[in-house]
């Protein structure tokens, strides 16, 4: 009886029923007694002193009811990064200076949404333009004007890592590559936008539902903001329509809500429209990347050295964390005996860049793996055997930032060298490029400056067999709610629809880091098992007592069947168990209590998936237009909790990444976003997906539940890479600034043709 009862088998999500039949309610459809709505005025300036701020006329249209600016907040500045104050630099509502287009000034509650879009126009906001600046290269220079008083050259913050002797060891090498990539922008695109509804009460007491990551994180950081304690905030996460980073930082909807609902004790519900969702919320970080890459004439990698300035707009957000992960991963998945990164985050007058899916390893994937393609043909070497050449193995030792246990790297570069074989013989202007990559799950740094547990979780059998799972965890769509559900029905032993999920409400839940860097899976899951074990411990002590009382047995659960180990037709039903058990305990429910903090010094994270992409494109010479015909991914995830999440994951992710790779981008005009709706941000729609294809390998990580690790966001770093030298193997034109539009590669194919003639 040694295979898994639920974990590996193909289950529908827990929430799909709610959601296919469109009966969940999401913050966006909730409707409280005596609620108002409430809209932002936000700065139409990129820089600017606040003068003034009359709201005397909006404040006597009928229908409104308050207006808050930043002197009715307590002038707090904030920030995801607690631990380190200088770094929490956003008020949120300005009260002196704006620093970018959609900055908020100023907000309105009404008796509905019409009549607070008014008042927004009767709001005079008397404004003083700075002088700004809109592009990292520019922002560094002595003369550029500050964004922020006292930053000198407006470096934000900096990172350095390194380890080997990167100089002596480029002097050893037999060929160095020197090249330069910029990286855009990406608007994250979630279904639902920004939204929340806040009700404080007379006592006191804050309740808050929103569309959030980390239910926790919008606690902890409205206490800061507010003065409330943190125990006198309910944060409840209804259905999420996505995240993708963009959702776990304190937003204008959730403050500004909150400030408005203080002042009345009425609730407050604020929904940010697609416009705002475009201009006033934080989005994928630009980079402009300097890369040396030095080898050995057999294609051993000796050395690399990596330079990136960021774009990071106005204010810190997630960007630190971002700035060091870019650098981290850049050193992935390779064995480089010899690295240094130094990465600069510049302020600019720009919207927020912060988190987004990949957390800066999308960025330095594409650029790794184009570059490595470029060393492997200099060197007249495979672009696979390159990378197996130099890939990771298990138990390697990253100096000073990772010890990798399980790694299936080379077993993933062997499928998609099969796979690649049987495409065969390719059509003309068709090629098939390759990029691989390696991802955390969750990072073990604590930036948040959380005395908790990164990850707990509560378990409690019912009398009926019931089992209330209680979790912080936050399911933005990715499917955790029924990840966290398997995981805890096979520890425990009983099906999976004997669990009810409580997830992501502070009031009932025990706190949870959130959904971000990959780890609710491992993190959280730890957690869970651990719980859903001291359960399993009670009922089984319980078990052996009255079934063996005088004979040592070992005894277990699986597929609601108390038995002895040895024979395991001997046992009891669990549901009779359980009611012995609950009277034995004086009608107590069995309650189990499971925590999880990884703990290894100075490295980045408890584990790493990691994977190989083969994209193919055809290409259209006459105008550079090229559609992506088949992307295939090699991956290993170890244990594979539930198979249907993670093909949904790996074409979410395809879709995500793809964008980024061929489409998407925010041009700015003077720091305006010049494609703020659907209609002008170009996205992959449903006829440009390709062919898609998973390589599941087959690992097993020692420190995840069951063995299991990332299997989402680390799918989205490697799609560009592998875009892009695509391209270049179907027509000959290297693109090494992201998105790689047709305009780029009609424009490269011209220029190829002109250095023939």
């Known amino acids: 009886m040694s295979e898994y009862s639920v974990i590996g088998k193909r289950v ?65 500045k904030q920030g995801i990064w607690r631990r380190f104050p200088e770094l929490c630099d956003e008020e949120i509502l300005c009260r002196e200076k704006v620093r970018y287009i959609g900055d908020p000034v100023a907000a309105v509650a009404a008796i509905d949404e019409d009549t607070a879009e008014e008042a927004l126009d009767l709001i005079d906001v008397e404004y003083e333009p700075l002088p700004a600046v809109f592009d990292p290269l520019e922002a560094i220079k002595e003369d550029a004007p500050q964004v922020h008083d006292g930053i000198e050259l407006n470096i934000n913050i900096n990172r350095h890592i390194e380890w080997g002797d990167v100089d002596e060891a480029f002097k050893k090498c037999d060929h160095i590559r020197e090249d330069q990539f910029k990286c855009s922008s990406q608007a994250h695109v979630c279904m639902e936008t920004h939204d929340a509804v806040v009700s404080y009460d007379y006592g006191g007491k804050m309740t808050v539902w929103t569309s959030t990551q980390s239910s926790y994180y919008i606690q902890r950081l409205m206490a800061d903001m507010t003065g409330l304690r943190e125990g006198d905030i309910r944060v409840i996460k209804p259905p999420t329509g996505g995240g993708f980073g963009s959702k776990f930082e304190l937003d204008s909807a959730q403050f500004c809500a909150a400030i408005l609902s203080m002042k009345l004790c009425k609730p407050v519900k604020i929904v940010l429209s697609r416009e705002e969702e475009f201009t006033a919320t934080k989005r994928r970080t630009p980079m402009y990347y300097f890369l040396k890459l030095g080898a050995k004439k057999d294609g051993t990698l000796l050395a690399k050295e990596a330079r990136v300035i960021t774009e990071g707009g106005a204010y810190t957000a997630m960007g630190a964390t971002a700035l060091y992960l870019t650098g981290f991963f850049s050193s992935f ?17 720009t919207a927020v860049t912060s988190a987004m899916r990949g957390f ?17 043909e200099d060197l007249g070497i495979d672009p696979i ?30 499928k998609i060298e099969e796979h690649v074989k049987e495409r065969g013989k390719l059509p003309p202007n068709h090629g098939i490029g390759v990029s691989a990559y390696g991802f955390m799950s969750g990072g073990i740094f604590n930036w948040f400056d959380t005395p908790y547990a990164f990850s707990a979780a509560v378990v409690r059998i019912n009398i009926d067999g019931k089992v209330d799972l209680f979790t912080g965890a936050c ?60 359960c399993k411990r009670q009922l089984l002590e319980f078990a052996a007592a009255k079934m063996a009382p005088n004979i040592a047995y070992d005894f277990d659960i699986k597929d ?11 046992g009891v039903s669990y549901f009779d168990i359980v009611k012995e058990a609950i009277r034995g305990k004086d009608g107590n429910a069995i309650m ?36 992506l015909v088949n992307v295939t991914t090699a991956h290993e995830s170890g244990t594979v909790i539930n198979p249907v999440g ?27 976003i010049l494609n703020p709706s659907i209609a002008d941000y170009k996205l992959i729609r449903s006829l440009d997906m390709p062919e898609t294809d998973i390589l599941e390998i087959d690992t097993y990580e020692p420190e995840g539940p069951f063995g299991a690790k990332e299997a989402g966001e680390g799918l989205t770093n490697p799609t560009a890479g592998a875009i892009g030298n695509a391209v270049y193997k179907a027509v000959g034109v290297r693109i090494n600034d992201l998105p790689i539009t047709p305009e780029k590669v009609l424009k490269a194919l011209k220029e190829k043709e002109k250095k023939k003639k």
């Open 12 to 76: 529908h999500r827990v929430d799909g029923p709610e959601k296919v039949t469109g009966s969940a309610k999401y913050t966006f459809d909730l409707v409280l007694p005596g609620m108002l709505y409430g809209k932002v005025l936000r700065s139409p300036h990129p820089h600017a002193k606040i003068l003034k701020i009359d709201t005397r006329k909006a404040k006597r249209l009928v229908g409104v009811k308050a207006v808050v600016t930043g002197k009715d907040t307590l002038g707090h």
């Open 333 to 349: 998945p390779y064995k480089y005996p010899n690295y240094r990164y130094d990465g600069y985050r510049v302020y600019t007058n």
């Open 360 to 376: 800066g390893a999308p960025q330095s994937t594409f650029v790794g793996e184009s570059q490595l393609d470029m060393m492997a």
């Open 385 to 414: 055997e390159i990378r197996r050449k130099n890939g990771m193995t298990p138990n390697y030792e990253v100096p000073g930032q990772a010890f990798i246990q399980s790694c299936g790297l080379h077993q993933c570069l062997d």
């Open 475 to 534: 399911d933005i769509g990715q499917g955790s709610d029924t990840t966290l559900s398997m995981i805890c029905a096979e520890e425990l032993g009983v099906k999976l629809e004997d669990i009810r999920i409580h997830a992501a409400d502070t009031g009932i839940c025990p706190p949870d880091l959130g959904a971000w860097g990959s780890r609710e899976t491992l993190m959280n899951g730890n957690a869970v098992k651990r719980a859903a074990a001291e």
């Open 560 to 570: 609601r069947w108390v038995h002895l180990v040895d024979r395991p037709e001997r």
């Open 592 to 627: 189990g209590r499971g925590h999880y903090t990884p703990h290894r010094k100075g490295m980045i994270s408890p584990a790493y998936s990691f994977g190989v992409q083969a994209a193919e494109v055809a290409v259209d010479t006459e105008t550079g237009r090229y559609k």
């Open 646 to 672: 993670i093909e949904g994951q790996l074409e979410g992710a395809i879709m995500m990444a793809g964008g980024y790779g061929f489409c998407e981008d925010q041009p700015m005009d003077e720091g305006k």
